[in-house]
């Protein structure tokens, strides 16, 4: 049963939803920059390498069964489903036309403090970029995100982008090549729509974004070899 992995996970401390579920969280978004490789996934070494016990490991895992990401196989454990490049802009390509419907609705609701509290929230992620602050940047970029969300008044389908945004591996914000920069340079044309009342135009740089997002994913999944197994 192969398991390796370039760079341990984090370890778990300062959250505050159910352990299982945080757990669940860190292995997904491990599976989604390719730190594992394709066979079954030890419980023991999961538990070891979070810092918790075994037991919210399984649960995690039985989380994951439930979406599809692992295969529970009775005798042998819990295998790796392989995902493939298709799976990836599929994703990407729902997560985009949910975030293009939120921006063209608050481009139509939003007003101009809103819009003056996201530049200033844009020209501070550009600092940050500048800095090399990844860790800020992915901050930033998502309190901006949350807010264009909120103002679409829509939230419901707030809740269905976090369903897939869930497959967005935002604790390995920094590792991904070109994620900083994206949230520095895509951001500009969406804040241009958002103060002109642009519903169209909003929906159509946010889908942008997404999907170069979505590609720079994609470009760091090959470059590990991920969809050669």
């Given at each position: 049963?192969?398991?390796?992995?370039?760079?341990?996970?984090?370890?778990?401390?300062?959250?505050?939803?159910?352990?299982?579920?945080?757990?669940?969280?860190?292995?997904?978004?491990?599976?989604?920059?390719?730190?594992?490789?394709?066979?079954?996934?030890?419980?023991?070494?999961?538990?070891?390498?979070?810092?918790?016990?075994?037991?919210?490991?399984?649960?995690?895992?039985?989380?994951?069964?439930?979406?599809?990401?692992?295969?529970?196989?009775?005798?042998?454990?819990?295998?790796?489903?392989?995902?493939?490049?298709?799976?990836?802009k599929?994703?990407?390509?729902?997560?985009?036309?949910?975030?293009g419907?939120?921006?063209?609705r608050?481009?139509e609701?939003?007003?101009?403090?809103?819009?003056?509290?996201?530049?200033?929230?844009?020209?501070?992620?550009?600092?940050?970029?500048?800095?090399?602050?990844?860790?800020r940047?992915?901050r930033l970029?998502?309190?901006?995100?949350?807010?264009?969300?909120t103002?679409?008044?829509?939230?419901?389908?707030?809740?269905?982008?976090?369903?897939?945004?869930?497959?967005?591996?935002?604790?390995?914000?920094?590792q991904?090549?070109?994620?900083?920069?994206?949230?520095?340079?895509?951001?500009?044309?969406?804040?241009e729509?958002?103060?002109?009342?642009?519903?169209?135009?909003?929906?159509?740089?946010?889908?942008?974004?997404?999907?170069?997002?979505?590609?720079?994913?994609?470009?760091h999944?090959?470059?590990?070899?991920?969809?050669?197994?």
């Amino acid at each position: 049963m192969d398991q390796i992995t370039t760079a341990s996970p984090k370890k778990l401390a300062g959250r505050h939803r159910q352990l299982s579920e945080s757990v669940a969280e860190q292995i997904r978004e491990s599976i989604m920059v390719g730190e594992y490789k394709a066979g079954y996934l030890r419980t023991e070494w999961l538990a070891d390498t979070l810092g918790v016990s075994q037991t919210p490991v399984r649960e995690a895992l039985m989380i994951l069964h439930a979406e599809g990401t692992v295969q529970w196989e009775p005798r042998r454990g819990f295998r790796l489903v392989p995902f493939t490049r298709q799976d990836v802009k599929d994703l990407y390509g729902v997560q985009a036309h949910i975030a293009g419907e939120l921006a063209a609705r608050a481009a139509e609701a939003i007003d101009t403090p809103a819009v003056d509290r996201l530049e200033a929230l844009q020209g501070d992620l550009q600092v940050a970029a500048d800095a090399g602050d990844a860790e800020r940047v992915d901050r930033l970029n998502h309190e901006i995100h949350r807010s264009i969300n909120t103002a679409s008044g829509s939230a419901k389908l707030t809740t269905l982008l976090q369903q897939t945004v869930r497959y967005v591996p935002l604790g390995f914000f920094a590792q991904i090549e070109g994620w900083a920069d994206a949230s520095a340079h895509d951001h500009a044309p969406i804040l241009e729509a958002l103060r002109s009342g642009d519903s169209q135009a909003c929906r159509h740089a946010m889908e942008e974004h997404i999907h170069h997002i979505g590609r720079l994913l994609l470009e760091h999944l090959s470059a590990r070899g991920v969809f050669d197994v």
